[in-house]
């Protein structure tokens, strides 16, 4: 029997930058931008609140009209699989650079200081952006509704 092994990677962060979309050669749409994601927890000694934030390059295949809507400060749901690469810099030294290659991209509307404006969130607020390959967005049907009739499932929920 073959071995198994998992290469997965879920983000909820906020985005650092605008993305950038570029186009390869072959005329394929590559977009990438950054997500901020957040770490808290108290200190054993201090008693006090420490936070850390980390960065993730996020590399977005085929989804060209997307960058409009990845603006700094929105909040999104990235699911994908992490990839290391290397290239040589302009002084002929080698650079090893890993980013997350996303298969899902969702927008949760939310904006960087806990806003999303005056409407409290865009329209297209928890809208999928991109699919894995294969799959349908078809929700299942829902057993119960455990979100106080908003008709909202399991399924709607990215975490």
């Known amino acids: ?5 998992v290469n997965k990677v879920i983000l909820i962060g906020h985005l650092g930058r605008d993305a950038e979309t570029k186009f390869t050669p072959g005329g394929a749409a590559v977009t990438r931008f950054s997500v901020a994601t957040n770490r808290r927890w108290k200190d054993k000694d201090s008693g006090e609140w420490k936070e ?5 390059n996020v590399v ?4 060209e009209n997307l960058a409009n809507y990845l603006t700094k400060g929105k909040q999104v749901y990235v699911e994908g699989r992490l990839q290391t690469r290397s290239y040589e810099d302009k002084d002929g030294k080698k650079v090893y650079a ?8 969702i927008l949760l509307g939310g904006q960087g200081g806990g806003g999303g404006g005056a409407r409290g969130g865009e329209d297209f607020g928890q809208q999928p952006v991109s699919q894995p390959r294969g799959a349908s967005r078809q929700p299942a049907p829902a057993q119960h509704d455990d979100f106080g009739g908003q008709g909202i499932t399991d399924d709607d929920v990215p975490f």
């Open 1 to 5: 029997m073959a071995s198994r092994s």
């Open 60 to 63: 977005l295949w085929r989804s």
């Open 98 to 105: 890993t980013e997350v290659v996303a298969e899902d991209v």
């Open 52 to 56: 850390e934030t980390d960065w993730s």
